[in-house]
């Protein structure tokens, strides 16, 4: 092999020598999950105290995170770390929203707790906020190394520039796809393997609205696939599984799918 080839491997780590690991990134937004709900941790917080000096020490991580994320290209990116967490109350808040949607929307959930221990879609959910945060910040590359972890560990697919309102309630999660530019209003629930997509992948379209806008209270069952930027699911609408959508539906619809089923007894002969 020639030594050109060496010397590309060489130099492509350079456009980012400092950035943290993606274990690194994703530890720290666990560490600040667990600090949220303690359901989650292996540690008990006993003072007000102790959570303050812990708190301090996840934003001294994070600025070193974003800090070297971005120096190359934003010196500003340095105070987000501040700016992040002085807008934890309200993510918690917002956190707690979806909570509610969840214990409140899925008969099989016993309590609160269960959710937070057990529930793939609060956990995605979570990522996705803190990551939605930081993306608002202007800072690069880890908002989307976050919603990838989690992505990787429940299999829901949500980019952190996506628009989500509170009380959103994911039930079981696998395969969801939540587009980049796509809206989601409040009290939305979606089910397994929901799409929502572009309908062009060009790269042209970079920047535009690609990704559908779901209104306040729609339901979108299993396997529906929405797609397109200029695509409004109106509220109060629910969408069935399997449903197939290129084009806007008003409020308070109902778009289903009517596949044809045959049945017979196996045990009958032509």
Known sequence: M??????????????????????????????????????????????????????????????????????????????????????????????????????????????????????????????????????NFGIPLIPRILTEYAHSKTGIDIHPAASIGEYFYIDHGTGIVIGETSTIGRYVKLYQGVTLGALSVKKTLAGSKRHPTVEDRVVIYSGATILGGETVIGHDSIVGGNVWLTESIPAFSTAYHSPVINIRNHKETN
């Open 2 to 135: 020639e030594d050109h080839f060496f010397e590309q491997i060489i130099r492509n780590p350079l456009e980012q020598p400092n950035i943290p690991s993606n274990e690194t990134v994703s530890l720290w937004a666990e560490k600040l999950i667990q600090v949220l709900f303690q359901e989650n941790s292996p540690r008990v917080f006993l003072t007000i105290a102790e959570v303050k000096e812990y708190i301090a020490f996840l934003e001294l991580e994070l600025y070193d995170i974003i800090s070297a994320s971005c120096k190359l290209k934003n010196n500003e990116c340095k105070n987000a770390a501040g700016q992040f967490f002085e807008k934890l109350p309200e993510l918690y808040r917002v956190l707690n929203t979806d909570i509610v949607a969840i214990y409140e929307g899925d008969p099989a959930a016993q309590s609160r707790y269960e959710v937070i221990r057990t529930y793939p879609g609060f956990y995605a959910i979570c990522f996705y906020r803190i990551a939605h945060m930081l993306y």
